[in-house]
């Protein structure tokens, strides 16, 4: 049997690790670049090596829990876990994913959590990190309308706005690097991070509109800001989430961590 080697990546494997991440996932070499490059400031990767050579690797992105009865709480978000077709089947997804948490655990992490691919994977996270289905989110769907005035921000005024917003609400808070990530990922889908209203929305375009996150005011209307976003970019139609106590299962955390209407949001699905 192969002999696998379970270690934090190093700047050498990352040729290999962008192809995987290509021939897995199918994102551009230059957002799997950007991410590689930033990810020392906003997580940890980890790589299972054969030969010294990456064969898979999983990583695990920083976050704060803000808010929290118990008090905010350090957490690590599982993402990308990828394993080279011929080096499947030997629990390696597995053993990678249990490393990730292991290392953002070394970098302050008290919760671990992520967003499954695919509902079959929810009962597979639980078995490996303990972390079952903490939140939900339901999807709405709505025609462009130029009802409030857009524009796009920066991801430093994206990041104020967004905490100012969520002030006093339990939240998943992000570091400025990953921050400028997430607006390079939409930016690159062809959308961004915008103010709209007196909110704020990251999302990408295409057909229809997808806004991953939209965060409004407390007496604003996010069907409005929606409609107005879709307006903004010239698509007839947006799709947004809103975190949910029913509806469509999202974040994975351990038991109990999370409040129900804890405010996750921003994610790369």
């Known amino acids: 049997m192969a002999e696998y080697v379970l270690r934090e990546y190093r700047q050498e494997d990352f040729p290999r690790l962008t192809k995987l991440w290509q021939d897995t996932f199918g994102d551009p ?4 670049s950007a991410f590689l490059q930033r990810l020392p400031a ?15 690797a999983a990583y695990a992105l920083d976050g704060l829990c803000s808010g929290l009865a118990g008090g905010d709480a ?26 990730a ?59 104020s706005l967004r905490e100012k917003l969520l002030e006093g609400r339990p939240h998943l808070s992000i570091g400025p690097e990953l921050t400028d990530f997430a ?17 704020v929305c990251a999302a990408y375009g295409g057909k229809e509109l997808v806004i991953r996150e939209l965060i409004s005011p407390e007496d604003g209307s996010p069907e409005a800001m929606a409609a107005s976003l ?21 974040i994975s955390a351990p038991e109990n961590s999370l409040p129900p209407d804890f405010i996750w949001n921003l994610s790369f699905d």
């Open 183 to 199: 607006g390079l990922f939409y930016r690159r889908f062809g959308g961004g991070l915008y103010l709209c209203g007196g909110g």
């Open 42 to 56: 906003f997580g940890a990767g980890a790589v299972a090596a054969l030969d010294g050579q990456a064969v898979g």
């Open 74 to 99: 350090p957490c690590g978000y599982i993402y990308a876990v990828a394993v080279s077709p011929e080096h499947r089947h030997h629990g390696l997804g597995a053993a990678l994913s249990r490393k």
């Open 101 to 159: 948490a292991e290392l953002s655990r070394r970098r302050g992490a008290r919760l671990i959590c992520t967003l499954p691919a695919e509902d079959s994977l929810y009962p597979w996270y639980e078995k490996i990190l303990d972390i079952s289905c903490a939140l939900h989110r339901r999807s709405f769907k709505v025609r462009a309308a130029p009802l409030l005035p857009c524009r796009k921000l920066e991801a430093d005024e994206y990041l």
């Open 29 to 32: 070499e230059e957002l799997i």
């Open 230 to 250: 879709a307006a903004c970019l010239g698509i007839e139609r947006a799709r947004y989430y809103l975190p949910s106590q029913e509806g469509e299962a999202y």
